[in-house]
C-alpha cells in the first residue's frame, strides 16, 4: 500500500449535503476478527473485513505466524490454528506498521505463544507507549524485554504459559484490556480486570461468538482459562462508526444537509459522538437497529442543526476517543464555548492528537486555547481556507478534509494517503457527497 506524501485541496461545500451511504467495515471488530479467527479451530469466512494498512498489518503479523488468510472480494477465508501451540515460529520481524491495536493485541497472544518472537512498527509506533501492556503481561508470568525496559518497540518476546491475575487497569484502554484478554485464553485460573471506565467491548463480544465463556458486568470482566475457540463459521463486520462519523459530522455543520450511513455499528462504547452531538443541540437518529455477530448495527442519520458549546468531560472520552478531533471542530461552529477535559490519552495516538487537531483548526485561522488534557474553543468562528499539515496522522487529514466544506476558501492536505491506515476509500466517498 502507497504511503507517499500526496497533497490533496479540499473544496468548500457549494450546497446541502444530502446522502444515504456505507462505509468501509469496522477496524477494531476487523482486528480481532482476523486474530481470534487465527485462533479458532475451523475456517472462519469474514464479510466486509476491513482492507486498510491497519487491518493489513494485523493479516501479515498472523500469516507469518503460519495462518492462512485469503481474501476474494467481500469475503476473507481465516484456516485457524486451534490452539498457541500450533502457531510457527516468525522467522522475520513482526512489523505492526502505524498500528497501536495490532501491537497491543498481539503482544497479549506472542507473549502466550510458546516461542521466540520479536514485533515492531513505523516511527509513529516506536514512539507510542507498549508498558501498558508489558506490566499487566509480566505479572501474568510473560517473558518479555524491550527498548527501555519495555516501554517502547521493538519488543521481544520469549512466550510461555501464562497464570491469571487480578489487574486494575490504570487507563481506561479497549487495547490493554483485548490483550490481557488474549493472553487469559491461554493462562491457568481466571484472569480479572477491571476498567477505570467502559471502553469498547468488541473483544468480549466476539470472543462469546467463538464460544468463550467469561462474566462481566460494568467495569468487571472475568475469564476462566485455559480455554478453546470454536468458530462460529461466519461472521458479518459493521460498518465503522469512526468512518461514518466524518460524513455524519459534516451533515451536522453544512446548513439544510442530511446523510445517512448504512450498516453501521453502534456499539454503546463507541457512538459517544452522537451523546455529545445530542448535548450540542444536533439531530440524530437510528432505524432498522440488528444484530450482527453480537454487535448492535442500524442505519444512522444526521441532519443540520445549530449547535451550542458544551464541556466533554472524562467520562465521555472512551466512547468518543476517535472522534475528538470532529467534536473540536463542532466546538469552533458551535455557539458558546466547547470544552475537552481528561482527554489526555490523545497525546499518545498516531499523533500528538490535542496539540495536531489545534494547529489544524489554526492553519484554518480558528483560536483555541490548549490544555494539558484538552482544549477550550469558542464559537462560533468562521474557517479560513489553509494548508494542515497531519503529521502524518490519518484521522486529522480526515478532520481537515470535513472542516473545507464550512471553510470559506479550499483547504490543502500535505499528506493524503494517510487514510489508507483506516479509509482507504475515504476521498472518493467525499467525492460522492459533493455530487450527491
Ligand atoms: C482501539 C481502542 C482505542 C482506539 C483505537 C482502537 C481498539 O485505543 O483509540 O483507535 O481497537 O481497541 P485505546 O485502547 O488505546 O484507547
Same mark, same amino acid.
Given at each position: 500500500m502507497s504511503r507517499s506524501p500526496d497533497p490533496v485541496r479540499c473544496l468548500p461545500a457549494s450546497r446541502p449535503l444530502h446522502a444515504r451511504m456505507?462505509?468501509?467495515?469496522?477496524?477494531?471488530?476487523?482486528?480481532?476478527?482476523?486474530?481470534?479467527?487465527?485462533?479458532?479451530? %475451523?475456517?472462519?469466512?469474514?464479510?466486509?473485513? @476491513?482492507?486498510?494498512?491497519?487491518? @493489513?498489518?494485523?493479516?501479515?503479523? @498472523?500469516?507469518?505466524?503460519?495462518?492462512?488468510?485469503?481474501?476474494?472480494?467481500?469475503?476473507?477465508?481465516?484456516?485457524?490454528? %486451534?490452539?498457541?501451540?500450533?502457531f510457527t515460529e516468525p522467522n522475520g520481524v513482526l512489523d505492526a506498521g502505524n498500528s497501536g491495536t495490532t501491537a497491543r493485541l498481539m503482544a497479549g497472544l506472542l507473549a502466550a505463544t510458546p516461542f521466540f518472537s520479536v514485533l515492531s512498527g513505523d516511527t509513529s509506533l516506536r514512539r507510542r507507549p507498549m508498558d501498558r501492556v508489558t506490566m499487566p503481561l509480566r505479572t501474568m508470568g510473560a517473558t518479555m524485554d524491550g527498548r527501555e525496559g519495555g516501554r517502547f518497540l521493538p519488543l521481544a518476546f520469549r512466550g510461555r504459559k501464562l497464570h491469571g491475575v487480578t489487574y486494575e487497569l490504570p487507563i481506561a484502554s479497549?487495547?490493554?484490556k483485548s490483550a490481557l484478554l488474549l493472553a487469559g485464553l491461554s493462562a491457568q485460573g481466571e484472569s480479572r480486570i477491571v476498567e477505570p471506565r467502559p471502553?469498547?467491548?468488541?473483544?468480549?463480544?466476539?470472543?462469546?461468538?467463538? %464460544?468463550?465463556?467469561?462474566?462481566?458486568?460494568?467495569?468487571r470482566i472475568a475469564l476462566p482459562g485455559p480455554q478453546m475457540l470454536h468458530t462460529p463459521g461466519h461472521l458479518n463486520i459493521p460498518?465503522?462508526?469512526?468512518?461514518?462519523?466524518?460524513?455524519?459530522?459534516?451533515?451536522?455543520?453544512?446548513?439544510?444537509?442530511?446523510?445517512?450511513?448504512?450498516g453501521v455499528g453502534i456499539n454503546p462504547g463507541r457512538i459517544g459522538l452522537l451523546e455529545i452531538l445530542s448535548a450540542m443541540g444536533g439531530k440524530w437518529s437510528v432505524d432498522r437497529v440488528r444484530l450482527s455477530a453480537g454487535e448492535p448495527v442500524g442505519d444512522v442519520t444526521v441532519r443540520y442543526a445549530p449547535l451550542r458549546g458544551v464541556e466533554v468531560g472524562p467520562e465521555q472520552v472512551p466512547a468518543a476517543i476517535d472522534e475528538l478531533p470532529l467534536f473540536a471542530l463542532l466546538g469552533a461552529s458551535a455557539h458558546g464555548i466547547s470544552t475537552l477535559r481528561g482527554a489526555e490519552e490523545l497525546r499518545v495516538k498516531e499523533s500528538d492528537r490535542i496539540r495536531t487537531t489545534l494547529t489544524l483548526l489554526r492553519s484554518l485561522g480558528v483560536e483555541v486555547t490548549e490544555l494539558a488534557d484538552g482544549w477550550a474553543i469558542s464559537g462560533p468562528q468562521r474557517i479560513h481556507g489553509g494548508c494542515v499539515e497531519t503529521k502524518g496522522d490519518h484521522r486529522i487529514a480526515m478532520t481537515a478534509a470535513i472542516a473545507s466544506l464550512i471553510g470559506e476558501g479550499p483547504v490543502t492536505i500535505d499528506d493524503a494517503a494517510s487514510v489508507d491506515i483506516s479509509f482507504p476509500t475515504f476521498f472518493a466517498v467525499l467525492e460522492m457527497l459533493y455530487k450527491a
Amino acid at each position: 500500500m502507497s504511503r507517499s506524501p500526496d497533497p490533496v485541496r479540499c473544496l468548500p461545500a457549494s450546497r446541502p449535503l444530502h446522502a444515504r451511504m456505507r462505509v468501509v467495515g469496522d477496524k477494531s471488530i476487523s482486528h480481532r476478527a482476523l486474530i481470534l479467527a487465527a485462533l479458532a479451530d %475451523g475456517v472462519t469466512e469474514i464479510e466486509g473485513l @476491513l482492507q486498510s494498512a491497519d487491518v @493489513l498489518s494485523t493479516q501479515a503479523v @498472523l500469516q507469518a505466524m503460519g495462518v492462512q488468510i485469503i481474501t476474494t472480494g467481500e469475503y476473507t477465508s481465516v484456516t485457524g490454528r %486451534g490452539s498457541f501451540e500450533n502457531f510457527t515460529e516468525p522467522n522475520g520481524v513482526l512489523d505492526a506498521g502505524n498500528s497501536g491495536t495490532t501491537a497491543r493485541l498481539m503482544a497479549g497472544l506472542l507473549a502466550a505463544t510458546p516461542f521466540f518472537s520479536v514485533l515492531s512498527g513505523d516511527t509513529s509506533l516506536r514512539r507510542r507507549p507498549m508498558d501498558r501492556v508489558t506490566m499487566p503481561l509480566r505479572t501474568m508470568g510473560a517473558t518479555m524485554d524491550g527498548r527501555e525496559g519495555g516501554r517502547f518497540l521493538p519488543l521481544a518476546f520469549r512466550g510461555r504459559k501464562l497464570h491469571g491475575v487480578t489487574y486494575e487497569l490504570p487507563i481506561a484502554s479497549a487495547q490493554v484490556k483485548s490483550a490481557l484478554l488474549l493472553a487469559g485464553l491461554s493462562a491457568q485460573g481466571e484472569s480479572r480486570i477491571v476498567e477505570p471506565r467502559p471502553t469498547r467491548d468488541h473483544t468480549e463480544r466476539m470472543m462469546t461468538a467463538f %464460544g468463550v465463556e467469561m462474566s462481566r458486568d460494568k467495569e468487571r470482566i472475568a475469564l476462566p482459562g485455559p480455554q478453546m475457540l470454536h468458530t462460529p463459521g461466519h461472521l458479518n463486520i459493521p460498518g465503522d462508526f469512526s468512518a461514518a462519523a466524518f460524513f455524519l459530522t459534516a451533515a451536522a455543520l453544512v446548513p439544510d444537509s442530511e446523510v445517512t450511513v448504512e450498516g453501521v455499528g453502534i456499539n454503546p462504547g463507541r457512538i459517544g459522538l452522537l451523546e455529545i452531538l445530542s448535548a450540542m443541540g444536533g439531530k440524530w437518529s437510528v432505524d432498522r437497529v440488528r444484530l450482527s455477530a453480537g454487535e448492535p448495527v442500524g442505519d444512522v442519520t444526521v441532519r443540520y442543526a445549530p449547535l451550542r458549546g458544551v464541556e466533554v468531560g472524562p467520562e465521555q472520552v472512551p466512547a468518543a476517543i476517535d472522534e475528538l478531533p470532529l467534536f473540536a471542530l463542532l466546538g469552533a461552529s458551535a455557539h458558546g464555548i466547547s470544552t475537552l477535559r481528561g482527554a489526555e490519552e490523545l497525546r499518545v495516538k498516531e499523533s500528538d492528537r490535542i496539540r495536531t487537531t489545534l494547529t489544524l483548526l489554526r492553519s484554518l485561522g480558528v483560536e483555541v486555547t490548549e490544555l494539558a488534557d484538552g482544549w477550550a474553543i469558542s464559537g462560533p468562528q468562521r474557517i479560513h481556507g489553509g494548508c494542515v499539515e497531519t503529521k502524518g496522522d490519518h484521522r486529522i487529514a480526515m478532520t481537515a478534509a470535513i472542516a473545507s466544506l464550512i471553510g470559506e476558501g479550499p483547504v490543502t492536505i500535505d499528506d493524503a494517503a494517510s487514510v489508507d491506515i483506516s479509509f482507504p476509500t475515504f476521498f472518493a466517498v467525499l467525492e460522492m457527497l459533493y455530487k450527491a
